[in-house]
């Protein structure tokens, strides 16, 4: 069992910048991929980003591109989620997650933390 603890959300302005972390505990998430998911209100979880357990490859979904960039620290066992120029659209619930891919939907993945809002005004 997997148990991750999301932190660092908040509330910034268009244009600021939020890095919430992810840290895994228990059985550790070795090997594991680790992603960030989103979810508005009244809207899907979507996908934001993943890492794999080396860190040589990431994946990012076009809204975020040039804009996020995810990193991880074995030695901690946490996932960072780096936040630059926040959008307005960019409200809303984020989750990390992790297992055995690199699938960028929510099913794929055993392993959810409770989440951490992320509000951005314009």
């Known amino acids: 069992q997997v148990t991750l603890v999301e932190s660092g959300g908040g509330l910034v302005r268009a244009g600021g910048s939020l890095s919430p972390a992810c840290a895994a505990s228990?059985?550790?998430?070795?090997?594991?991929?680790m992603a960030w998911f989103r979810q508005a209100p009244g809207k899907e979880r979507e996908f934001v980003t993943v890492?794999?357990?080396?860190?040589?490859?990431?994946s990012y979904a076009d809204s975020v591109k040039g804009r996020f960039t995810i990193s991880r620290d074995n030695s901690k066992n946490t996932v960072y989620l780096f936040m630059n120029n926040l959008k307005p659209e960019d409200t809303a619930v984020y989750y990390c997650?992790?297992?055995?891919?690199?699938?960028?939907?929510?099913?794929?993945?055993?392993?959810w933390g409770q989440g951490t809002q992320v509000t951005v005004s314009s």
């Open positions: 997650a992790a297992d055995w891919t690199m699938e960028v939907v929510p099913s794929a993945y055993r392993y």
């Open positions: 228990g059985r550790t998430a070795s090997g594991y991929s």
């Open positions: 890492i794999s357990w080396s860190g040589s490859r990431t």
